[in-house]
Every structure is written in structure tokens, then in C-alpha cells.
Nanobody, 115 residues
Framework: QVQLVESGGGLVQPGGSLRLSCAASGTIFSTNAMGWFRQVPGKERELVAE???????NYAAFVKGRFTISRDMGKNTVSLQMNSLKPEDTAVYYC?????????WGQGTQVTVLG
């Protein structure tokens, strides 16, 4: 079983920055990618950014140039540096680990950008 623990959410002014971190522990088999998703009430969860095992990154169009994802495969951690935050970035952000055994999720961390 995999546990994902997130930290770093909070309240910020527009234009501000936050850094989210996630650490995975437990029995982890053959990962494919780690990343971040977000969800607002009434909408589907959406990809924000991910890092695949080969090091390639994938960003949603709405965060390109503002967010940077990084991953330490040896420590099974992933971080998301969020700059130039906008009110529309307000959401619950979820850490995700995708592996051959399936997809695991963290409990979510709230990011609120005042607007």
C-alpha cells in the first residue's frame, strides 16, 4: 500500500508563490510518473503537471511558465513550485503516483489565491 503525504498549501495574494511537496512511502512497484492534479467543487479533477520516470514533464496549458515540477526518484518525492498565482488557481491540489499497481492519491491540500 502506498501513502502520499502532501504539504505546502495555504492562502496567498495574487501574484504570490507557494511550494507544494509530496512524499510517497510504502510498497511502491514500478512507477510510471508522479504529479499533481487539482479540483474545484463541481468540476473534474484535472492534471496540473507530472514528471514521468524518464524525466519528461507534462504541464497543463494553464500553468506553463508559472509552475515548475520537480521530482526526486530516489526519495519518491515530488514538488510543485507555483509562481504568479491567480485566483483561478484556487483548488484542492492532489499528489498522484502512477505505477503498475495503479494510481494512488494524497489527501489533498488547499490552495487559495485571494481575488
Amino acid at each position: 500500500q502506498v501513502q502520499l503525504v502532501e504539504s505546502g498549501g495555504g492562502l496567498v495574494q495574487p501574484g504570490g508563490s507557494l511550494r507544494l511537496s509530496c512524499a510517497a512511502s510504502g510498497t511502491i512497484f514500478s512507477t510510471n510518473a508522479m504529479g499533481w492534479f487539482r479540483q474545484v467543487p463541481g468540476k473534474e479533477r484535472e492534471l496540473v503537471a507530472e514528471v514521468r520516470d524518464d524525466g519528461t514533464t507534462n504541464y497543463a496549458a494553464f500553468v506553463k511558465g508559472r509552475f515548475t515540477i520537480s521530482r526526486d526518484m530516489g526519495k519518491n518525492t515530488v514538488s510543485l513550485q507555483m509562481n504568479s498565482l491567480k485566483p483561478e488557481d484556487t483548488a484542492v491540489y492532489y499528489c498522484n503516483l502512477d505505477s503498475l499497481s495503479g494510481s494512488d492519491w494524497g489527501q489533498g491540500t488547499q490552495v487559495t489565491v485571494l481575488g
